[in-house]
C-alpha cells in the first residue's frame, strides 16, 4: 500500500531532550516535506526537500534540523526542544521534483514538550 | 509576501445544503498552484484538488465544485447536498513554486444531520 509513514504517533518529552520524528515513503517520491499545524494557524510548512540531499526553509524551520540521504526518510530532527514547539507534525511528500503534484500525508505526530 | 485567508474559522449546516467555503490568496508569482485538502476527525489529511494559474475554468466533481477567480484572488470551494461525512476541516494552499507552500488556517465545517 502506498504510503507515508511517521513515527511515532505520539510523544511527550522534556525541554532540551534531542529528539527524532522519522518520515519514510514507498512511492519513490522525490518531493518531501515538513509541517506543523496549531490551533488558528493552519499548517506552516518547516523544510522541503527536492530530492537526496537537497533540503531548504520553509516558513518556520528554527529550531529544527532535517536530513535527507536516502529518498524514502525524511527525518525531522528538534536537537533542544522548547515548549513552543508542542505541535501536531505532519510529513508529505509527492511524485514530482517539486510540490506541484498533490501530497501525500503522513498520519501525524502529535509532540509535547513539558 | 505569499498568503492564503480562510475567513470562515467555523461553519455549520444542515444535512442537504449547500456551501461554500471561501478562499482568498495573496502572491506577486504570475504563476501559482492552489489546493485545497481535507482533514477529517480522523486527522489525515486528503487531497482534493489543484489548479494552475493558467486555468480559471471552474471544476465540478460529483458534489464538489470550485470557483477559480483571478481577478479577485479567489479559490471557493463549494458542497452540494452537504453530507455528514463531509463534516471535516478544510485547508486551502497556495504554491507559487513547487516547493513552498502556504495554507490558509482553516475552515471547520460540521454537517447537523
Known amino acids: 500500500e502506498a504510503q507515508v509513514t511517521q513515527n511515532p504517533r505520539y510523544l511527550i518529552t522534556v525541554t532540551g531532550k534531542k529528539l527524532t520524528v522519522t518520515c519514510s515513503q514507498n512511492?519513490?517520491?522525490?518531493?518531501m516535506s515538513w509541517y506543523r499545524q496549531d490551533p488558528g494557524l493552519g499548517l506552516r510548512q518547516i523544510y522541503y526537500?527536492?530530492?537526496?540531499?537537497?533540503?531548504d526553509k520553509g516558513d518556520v524551520p528554527e529550531g529544527y534540523k532535517v536530513s535527507r540521504k536516502e529518498k524514502r526518510n525524511f527525518p525531522l530532527i528538534l536537537e533542544s526542544p522548547s515548549p513552543n514547539q508542542t505541535s501536531l507534525y505532519f510529513c508529505?511528500?509527492?511524485?514530482?521534483?517539486?510540490?506541484?503534484?498533490?501530497?501525500?500525508f503522513g498520519s501525524g505526530t502529535q509532540l509535547s514538550v513539558l | 509576501a505569499q498568503k492564503v485567508t480562510q475567513a470562515q474559522t467555523e461553519i455549520s449546516v444542515v444535512e442537504k445544503e449547500d456551501v461554500t467555503l471561501d478562499c482568498v490568496y495573496e502572491?506577486?508569482?504570475?504563476?501559482?498552484?492552489l489546493f485545497w485538502y481535507k482533514q477529517p476527525p480522523s486527522g489525515e489529511l486528503v487531497f482534493l484538488i489543484r489548479?494552475?494559474?493558467?486555468?480559471?475554468q471552474n471544476e465540478i466533481s460529483g458534489r464538489y465544485s470550485w470557483n477559480f477567480q483571478k481577478s479577485t484572488s479567489s479559490f471557493n470551494f463549494t458542497i452540494t447536498a452537504s453530507q455528514v461525512v463531509d463534516s471535516a476541516v478544510y485547508f486551502c494552499?497556495?504554491?507559487?513554486?513547487?516547493?513552498?507552500?502556504?495554507f490558509g488556517t482553516g475552515t471547520s465545517l460540521t454537517v447537523i444531520p
Open positions: 494552499a497556495l504554491s507559487p513554486t513547487g516547493n513552498q507552500f502556504y
Open positions: 508529505a511528500s509527492s511524485s514530482s521534483g517539486t510540490g506541484f503534484e498533490k501530497l501525500f
Open positions: 489548479r494552475n494559474s493558467f486555468d480559471e
Open positions: 502572491t506577486r508569482d504570475t504563476t501559482y498552484y
Open positions: 526537500s527536492m530530492n537526496v540531499e537537497v533540503t
Open positions: 512511492m519513490n517520491h522525490e518531493y
